[in-house]
C-alpha cells in the first residue's frame, strides 16, 4: 500500500528489553507515524517550529505526538529528548554507522513482537493502535509502509552508537549505561553549541 505521508520525524523513547542493543531506551517509529498524522489534519496549530537543530526544524507536532508516552514530561522536557536522539543520529552518520539489510529485518521483527505482548492499557500499545486507525493500514501492512522501514533504519543505528559506547566503556549495569550516555549526551551538546536554537516561549503554555 503507497501513501504520500509528509517526511517528518519525532522521537519517543521506550524501555524495550528485546535484544543486547535495547537495554537502554531507545526511539519507537510509532510516534514517528501517529505525527505524519497530527500533521496532517493540524496544520496550522502543529506545524509551528519551536526549535532548530543545525539545518533541521523541529515543529510542534513532533512535542504533541510523543506527549502519550510521556505524560509526565512538559513539553520541554520532551523536546530534549528529541533534541538527543537528534545529535545522536547526526553522529553516527558522522561516525559512518551503517545498518545491514539483515540486521534491520531482526530489529523490525523484535519490534513487531514486542509489540504484541504490550498490556493493551499501555500507553504504547494504544498510542500504536491510534496509528494504525489513523494510517488506515492493518497490522501487517503497518510493517511494511517504505516510511516505517525508514524510520526504524535511523533508529537502530541510533542505537548501535549508544551500544558501541557502552561496550567501549564495559558499562554492565543499567545504572553505568546511564552515566556513559549523560556524558556522551554532555559532549555531543557541547560540540553542537551555537548550532541549537529553542523558541521556549512556544512551549508549555509560553509559561518558559
Known amino acids: 500500500m503507497k501513501k504520500k505521508i509528509i517526511i517528518i520525524s519525532i522521537v519517543v523513547a521506550v524501555v524495550l528489553l528485546l535484544s543486547s542493543i535495547a537495554v537502554w531506551a531507545f526511539d519507537l517509529p510509532i510516534g514517528e507515524m501517529m ?8 496544520q496550522s496549530q502543529y506545524n509551528e517550529v519551536v526549535a532548530k537543530v543545525y539545518d533541521d526544524d523541529v515543529k510542534m507536532y513532533r ?12 513539553e520541554s522536557e520532551i523536546l530534549d529528548v528529541y533534541i538527543d536522539s537528534l545529535l545522536i543520529m547526526s553522529d ?7 545498518v545491514s539489510d ?16 504490550l498490556d493493551k492499557n499501555d500507553n504504547v500499545y ?10 488506515q493500514v492493518t497490522f501487517d501492512e503497518y510493517w511494511e ?7 526504524y533504519k535511523k533508529f537502530f543505528m541510533n542505537a548501535k552508537v549508544l551500544d558501541q559506547l557502552f561496550n567501549e566503556k564495559g558499562c554492565d549495569s543499567f545504572e553505568e549505561k546511564q552515566v556513559a550516555k549523560t556524558e556522551y549526551l554532555n559532549e555531543l551538546r557541547e560540540k553542537a553549541k551555537g548550532k541549537i536554537t529553542i523558541y521556549s516561549e512556544k512551549l508549555d503554555g509560553g509559561q518558559n
Open 63 to 74: 512535542i504533541k505526538a510523543s506527549k502519550p508516552l510521556y505524560p509526565e514530561l512538559s
Open 35 to 42: 505525527g505524519r498524522i497530527y500533521a496532517n489534519k493540524n
Open 92 to 98: 553516527a552518520e558522522a561516525k559512518g554507522f551503517t
Open 145 to 151: 509502509l517504505d516510511d516505517v522501514v525508514h524510520d
Open 102 to 117: 539483515e540486521e534491520l529485518q531482526g530489529f523490525i521483527k523484535e519490534q513487531k513482537e514486542g509489540i504484541t505482548h
Open 126 to 135: 494504544i498510542l500504536f493502535q491510534d496509528t494504525l486507525e489513523g494510517l
